[in-house]
């Protein structure tokens, strides 16, 4: 591409926007709307994301462990279970009888019924954390496999609720992001079209005189680049607002202690990278389309 | 330089449009091509241009084989023509000036090459004086004159003009066909085609005759009868 072309299509991208400038206002609010609701899931995918990886980060289960165990066989024990695939190495703990006596009366200091409680009474322990929650029960049964391991107590319908949760916040979130890109590109290809179409005259004189189909396709991908960022850009400032409300909602609301939202000035880095990002390729790529029809000349 | 052998042209609906056209133009001819309406005039153009192809035979425009021309050579050979239309075909928003430059950019031309060459064509064809008008704001013969300096400004081997008098009365008529001829004697080739009898008859030009898609005179002359 000459530099003197270069100016030309970014004359000629603006200068279309601003003749067919009600089609235009028509296709930045579109690609506004739809990033700012695949933006809204994506942002609640990944709170849903963060709060689960939190959670999971908490997660483990205990393995209760034979009685006849001697220290030796129970450090063995402890080495079968952290060679277990997606058993935290650094999260086997061992905890004797006593001290687990001495944590449950620290949640029941108001009872004085189990201060005489014998310490026979509880079995030793090893408390052990999963790395994938996803694959949290099958870790459980594989170190109840395991000799020396006589019982266990995990919450594993509450695991997979999480699983379930993430698994369908990713999934919805992605199908909005495709649906919603789809129909971005629908609108700025029919906006482009609309544009095109005034101007076939114009391209089949650029045709007829020798213009490359790149010469005369760049105008209008250029035209489509800008309607995508000031989309994003405009979709980016609301979504912080909305965002911004949301948050507040929650807290005002106090269900701040069960659910509170990352801080947008953490990630607006990222979400004005993703959005301008997305909307420079749905508009490029939406006027490409449109054009396609039009260079047949 | 064209070279049609033995072209045949039938569209999707069946038409055939052109039924073994054997026509040969050296560089530098002024040639005629005429015909009634639906003889296969605008065929012959739409294949020169490159706008179609033909269903039989070879078509070769200043040595493009245009049988076998891939599509980004298209446009390169379209720089070799310049192609003048009935209805003008000019650019209403854009002055004289932006319709000439128009046609320059999409070839690439530079600014100084643009300041360069559009006085000299716009003074070859007698509006030197217009840069700055707008076509709406000009008579039929004017803006055809446009149009001419359009097909010229690029420096085309050879000019395809499609019925140029078409919107014109006889006077402008007469002029725009000698402007047309005195581009001609300055090295560019020129086919014109037209179906006005009087004006072909006033030129001592070679005269292509088409009738229901077949060539039925090729000669020396100011007549036809078609």
Partial sequence: MRRFNLGYFIREGFSSIFSHGLMSFAAVCMIVACLIIMGSFSLLAVNVD???????????????????????????????????????PNGVTFVSREQAKRDYLKGHEAEGLYVNMPDEVLRDRLSIHVKDLERFNETVEAVC????????????EVAEGFVAVRNAVTALAYILIGILAAVSLFIISNTTRLAAFA?????????????????????FIVEGLILGVMGALVAFFLQWAVYAAVSKALMDGGAVSFFSLLDFSHMWKRVMGVFLLSGSIIGALGSSFAIRKFLQV | MIRLIDVHKEYD?????LKGINLRIEDGEFVFLVGPSGSGKSTIIKLLTGEITASQGRVIVNGYNLNNIRRWQIPH????????FQDFRLIEKKTVQGNLEFAMRTVGASGREMRKRIPYVLDLVGLDDKADAYPNEMSGGEQQRVAIARALVNNPRMIIADEPTGNLDPKRSLEIMTLLERINAMGTTMLVVTHERDLVNRFSKR????????????GQGGYYRA
Wanted: charged share 35%.
């Fill in chain 1, 199 to 219: 101007r076939r005259e114009e391209i089949a004189i650029m045709k007829m005189c020798g213009a490359t189909d790149s010469f005369v396709r760049w105008p």
């Fill in chain 2, 77 to 84: 050979m379209r720089r070799t023509l310049g192609i003048i």
């Fill in chain 2, 207 to 218: 005269v292509v005759a088409i009738k229901d898609g077949e060539l039925i005179r090729d």
């Fill in chain 1, 145 to 156: 496999d395991l000799p020396g391991v006589v019982n266990h107590r995990a919450a594993g």
């Fill in chain 2, 13 to 17: 609906n069946g038409t055939k449009a």
């Fill in chain 1, 50 to 88: 963060e709060m689960l990886s939190q959670l999971e980060e908490e997660n483990e289960f205990l393995a209760f462990i034979d009685e006849d165990y001697t220290d030796d066989q129970i450090r063995a024990l402890m080495e079968q279970v952290r060679q277990i695939d997606n058993v935290d």
